[in-house]
């Protein structure tokens, strides 16, 4: 991971933070402006980031949805840093166990999913996939660890009492969500997708990129 090559490069699949950036409804907007510019006679360009830990490409840490699970600051760094499989859903509204059947997860414990649902991020979107309540328990028998989707959650716009976040927290998984996986073949690559580290957190936004392997 990480070695110089020329022929391995880097995927950027984390979705830019601006102002305007479409959120979950309810959740604080996000809003960049400059504390002090050069152009007004400051010293330095300073910039000001107000914004959800959920806003943009972000990690949920267990503490988001379970009382008693784990902050963003005290999760594994490992988790987020290895070997990745990318699996192309497009057209699938549930990701199904019997869909997964074909791939071997054994040497890839991070599986992100690519499903092309949320392309305009002024707009936030209304249906994306979701798991089948038996997806999560199988992957995690399989030796996955984290899931990546690229779209706002693993619980649907109108779901209550987030069911599939506490599946997915019951068989031990960890979750990335909004990814912007448009440029990704399917395949294997390494990533890198490290939180910030937030005392307390519930989450984090994170700068997510895929290597690519020789």
């Known amino acids: 991971l990480l070695a110089a090559s020329p022929f391995m490069k880097f995927i950027d699949i984390s979705r830019p933070i601006y102002t305007g950036l479409a959120v979950w409804p309810g959740d604080s907007p996000v809003d960049f402006s400059f504390s002090a510019r050069k152009t007004d006679g400051a010293d330095a360009n300073v910039g000001r980031l107000s914004m959800?830990?959920?806003?943009?490409?972000h990690a949920d840490a267990a503490y988001h949805y379970n009382e008693s699970g784990m902050h963003i600051d005290e999760m594994p760094?490992?988790?987020?840093?290895?070997?990745?499989?990318?699996?192309d859903i497009r057209g699938q509204a549930i990701i199904t166990r019997a869909l997964l059947e074909q791939f071997d997860f054994k040497?890839?414990?991070?599986?992100?999913?690519r499903s092309d649902t949320w392309s305009d991020t002024t707009v936030f979107p209304t249906r994306w996939p979701v798991f089948d309540p038996t997806t999560p328990?199988?992957?995690?028998a399989r030796g996955v660890r984290l899931i990546g989707l690229d779209v706002p959650s693993v619980d649907t716009l109108t779901s209550s009492g987030m069911p599939m976040h506490h599946i997915i927290d019951r068989a031990g998984l960890f979750i990335l969500?909004?990814?912007?996986?448009?440029?990704?073949?399917?395949g294997i690559y390494d990533l890198i997708a490290l939180p910030l580290r937030i005392k307390g957190g519930d989450g984090s936004p994170i700068r997510a990129v895929l290597q690519t392997r020789d």
């Open 52 to 57: 959800s830990v959920h806003a943009g490409t």
């Open 77 to 87: 760094l490992d988790l987020f840093v290895g070997a990745a499989r990318v699996v």
């Open 107 to 113: 040497d890839t414990p991070r599986v992100l999913f």
């Open 137 to 140: 328990e199988s992957l995690a």
């Open 177 to 186: 969500e909004n990814l912007d996986l448009r440029n990704v073949e399917a």
